[in-house]
């Protein structure tokens, strides 16, 4: 039903462009994490449906839309900012359409400070409701008045629109939506909703499409991919997956985020490490060091479980890596807690850190918490991890010189120069006179730095 009601719609936009003797052309921006930019790319999928190409400076748009991002304010802020400079293109355009999605206008008060402040916004549509976007976007140009649609449901998105990334041997594939953990500090339920899985006839027949079409690269996402399945009364319902996609057959890597330490079970981490397509790191945030912050948090785990899933692993595969969220300056954060986040950092030794200053979120618990820290203390402390990491990063990457290496090449860095990651997630630069982009290809690592590793091909 609503893929036929999508269809008319599409053609209708087509129509109108066609009439008008002209290809209209979109620009698409995308904030925050790869959840968003999995949603970007069925966004894309569907304007091209409708007859839009893409440009890459919004001067050339017909269409511009923002999907935007309300995890921190500062994502928040830099929306607003670059929103105010489309004003002049409006004017100069009046044709123009501007749309702001995602998860920043889910929320009601922004939403309103859009409608009111920025006038020359067209189109705002929510999390729930992408599938609509033909229906809306035509009802944007046709009526010439703002349209607005942030309204919830319980849906997953239609698993079989079109799909416009940025790579065509690199997929992502979204297992679960929304999430019901309710971090003290985090919008993301409120925006994203309750937890809802893919089903998993359907994330298994998408990843062996796309192993068909020749993709190389499958990455898993969810807030929370341990917590697949929890809605559908299943358990270990993540391991029999990769396990599953592990048996495809075809020469392709799978990468997964974001695990959740409360959910990570030892099960996940022995089919992780058995399984060879799966890579060998944990993107595994664990947000501070304390265990009473953890507890204000709402995290469900403590520094010391949390330390055995992370021995557990190193255990059982001697290359992985693991990297991590961290909050700074979450409310009530002491000096001792900020140092025991510091042991916590170099006992895991991870390859890669994010780290947050806390932003007060509208409508989260911790917002009504008494938060007593200066700024100044918080920006000195991330940069105390920042200092901290970089040494961490250095002698991890130090001990992979002379070892022998496979790399996906994703990322042509200048004439002859490449770069692509290791199963474990390490990134690798190496020089070729050959066009490497898109191949698996062996490496001896000869070099170490900060952020990454060099290499010299190995011949065959
Ligand atoms: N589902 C993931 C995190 C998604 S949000 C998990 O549970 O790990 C990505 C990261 O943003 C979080 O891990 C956290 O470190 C950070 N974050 C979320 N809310 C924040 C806030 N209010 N202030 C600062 N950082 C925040
Ligand atoms: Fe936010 Fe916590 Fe859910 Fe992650 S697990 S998205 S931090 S509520
Ligand atoms: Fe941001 Fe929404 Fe992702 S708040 S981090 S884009 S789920």
């Not at 020089?431 to 065959?460: H, L, M, P, R, W």
Request: net charge neutral; with cysteine.
């Amino acid at each position: 039903m609503e893929n036929t009601e999508n269809f008319n719609w599409t053609y209708k936009i087509k129509e109108y462009f066609d009439k008008k003797g002209k290809i209209p052309k979109a620009f698409v921006q995308t904030y925050g994490c790869q959840g968003n930019v999995a949603d970007s790319e069925r966004i894309k999928g569907m304007i091209f449906d409708m007859g839009y190409l893409f440009c890459d400076d919004v001067k050339d748009a017909d269409l511009i839309i923002f999907n935007t991002c309300a995890v921190r304010e500062h994502a928040e802020d830099r929306v607003f900012g670059n929103l105010g400079r489309l004003k002049k293109l409006k004017i100069k355009n009046p044709d123009l359409i501007i749309a702001v999605c995602g998860c920043m206008v889910q929320r009601e008060s922004v939403a309103k400070r859009l409608k009111n402040n920025f006038n020359y916004v067209d189109l705002i549509f929510g999390t729930f409701v992408t599938d609509d976007l033909p229906k809306l976007l035509y009802q944007a140009i046709e009526t010439k008045k703002t349209v607005i649609d942030i309204s919830e449901n319980n849906l997953i998105p239609d698993e079989n629109v079109k799909r416009i990334g940025k790579f065509d041997f690199k997929a992502f594939v979204p297992i679960t939506y929304g999430c019901d953990n309710f971090c003290t500090y985090c919008i993301v339920p409120y925006v994203r909703g309750r937890l809802r899985s893919v089903e998993y006839q359907d994330v298994l027949s998408r990843v062996s499409n796309l192993v068909k079409n020749g993709y190389k690269e499958i990455t898993l996402l969810g807030q929370n991919v341990n917590a697949y399945g929890k809605d559908l009364q299943k358990e270990n319902l993540f391991s029999k997956l990769l396990e599953d996609i592990n048996n495809i057959d075809g020469d392709f890597i799978v990468r997964f985020m974001t695990s959740h330490p409360k959910d990570l079970s030892f099960h996940d981490i022995e089919t992780i490490s058995k399984l060879e397509k799966v890579e060998k790191h944990l993107h595994l945030p664990v947000q501070s060091g304390s265990d009473r912050i953890l507890k204000l948090m709402n995290r469900k785990y403590d520094s010391k479980s949390y330390l055995k899933l992370v021995d557990y692993a190193k255990s059982l595969m001697p290359q992985v890596t693991f990297s991590s969220d961290i909050i700074v300056g979450f409310p009530g954060e002491t000096r001792e807690d900020f140092d025991e986040t510091l042991n916590l950092i170099k006992q895991v030794g991870y390859s890669n850190l994010y780290t947050f200053i806390y932003s007060k979120r509208e409508k989260t618990k911790a917002a009504e918490f008494h938060d007593e820290t200066d700024r100044e203390t918080k920006v000195s402390r991330l940069e105390e991890i920042l200092q901290l990491q970089k040494q961490i990063t250095k002698k991890l990457n130090e001990n992979l010189i002379g070892t022998n290496q496979r790399i996906l090449i994703d990322e042509k860095r200048g004439e002859n120069s490449f770069a692509g990651k290791t199963l474990s997630n390490v990134l690798v630069t190496v020089n070729s006179k050959e066009d490497i982009f898109s191949k698996f290809i062996n490496v001896k690592i000869t070099d170490a730095n900060i952020s990454y590793v060099s290499g010299e091909i190995i011949k065959e």
